[in-house]
């Protein structure tokens, strides 16, 4: 790998190539991966890591989507959730090439307030393929479709724990790969559902700007869902990390802006959270 070359594109806004991608995720060196990806991360999104406290839809059928947004809407949902390259489903149709005119056709059917999420890179459990060329494939692939269609604010990478499937450090490498690799997605969001609060609060210093996931305003309602997280929990976790907590709207604007991190907590030990 040409590091210095893969440097030099990155700053100055060349589109990496499939085979700077194979590369990239045949490189050991993940400090320098993740700070490379970190550039990219800033210059989108500085020091903010967003949330959204949204009521999100996931979007099997598209065609079934289109005529069921209108009602979703009605129900509140914000966010419609477009799983790609599973190789089923949705990621069938992109194999077809018919997804395009497929999500131009639920994109156009949109009412104001609610957003396509690309919910990307699905692999895990026991039969999971980890070959880099088919990740890239599938972050190209999605880089291929905003291009040609465009609508996605973000995406987020999933890569599900299981007896062969992807490890912390593989988590943050497929994070900092997809931020280098899609330069037409504005938004990175780790899901602390799917890898653990700890390693997305890690995915912030590795490509991701936001923290993804079922919030909720007390501790009885979290007790109840192992999965969600306090608003208060969630502004903590991502101070931790060393970001301005920023609530967002569905289309990425500031709902209510937060203090960043106290420079003095982070310079003194503090007790572990449980």
Same mark, same amino acid.
């Given at each position: !790998? ?20 194979? %590369? ?5 060196? *993940?400090?320098? +991966?993740? @700070? ?10 500085? =020091? ?12 099997? =059928? ?5 005529? +069921? ?29 018919? *997804? ?5 056709? +639920?994109? %156009? ?11 990307? *890179?699905?692999? @895990? ?9 088919? $990740? ?10 905003? =291009?040609?269609?465009?609508?996605? /604010?973000?995406?987020?990478?999933? +890569? ?27 938004? $990175?969001?780790?899901?602390?559902? $799917? ?8 995915? $912030?210093? /590795? ?34 990390? @060393? ?9 990425? @604007?500031?709902?209510?802006? /937060?203090?960043?991190? =106290? ?8 007790? !572990?959270?449980?």
């Amino acid at each position: !790998m040409d590091a210095a070359d893969i440097e030099r594109k990155v700053r100055s806004g060349e589109r990496l190539t499939r085979e700077d991608g194979i %590369d990239l995720y045949g490189c050991d060196d *993940l400090a320098w +991966l993740g @700070g490379l990806a970190h550039e990219v991360r800033s210059r989108h999104s500085g =020091d903010i890591a967003y949330f959204a406290a949204h009521l999100p839809q996931d979007v099997t =059928d598209l065609d079934q989507a289109v005529a +069921l947004t209108p009602r979703w809407a009605a129900d509140g949902v914000t966010e419609l959730r477009l799983v790609t390259g599973t190789g089923t489903g949705a990621g069938s149709e992109a194999e077809a090439g018919g *997804l395009a005119g497929a999500v131009r056709a +639920l994109r %156009d059917a949109l009412p104001e307030g609610v957003a396509l999420t690309a919910y990307a *890179l699905p692999y @895990g459990g026991a039969d999971a393929p980890v070959d880099p060329a088919q $990740l890239v494939g599938r972050v190209l692939r999605l880089r291929e479709l905003q =291009d040609e269609v465009g609508g996605f /604010h973000v995406a987020v990478p999933l +890569l599900q724990d299981g007896p062969r499937g992807a490890t912390g450090a593989e988590v943050l490498k497929a994070f900092a790969v997809a931020r280098l690799l899609l330069d037409n997605v504005e938004h $990175l969001a780790a899901d602390w559902a $799917l890898h653990t609060e700890q390693t997305a609060q890690l995915a $912030l210093q /590795h490509g991701a700007d936001e923290l993804t996931g079922r919030v909720v305003d007390d501790e009885s309602a979290a007790g109840q869902d192992a999965d969600a997280l306090t608003r208060e929990d969630l502004l903590v976790a991502i101070r931790d990390a @060393g970001f301005r907590p920023v609530e967002r709207d569905a289309h990425y @604007g500031a709902v209510r802006s /937060h203090e960043g991190p =106290d420079p003095q907590r982070r310079e003194t030990p503090q007790p !572990m959270r449980v």
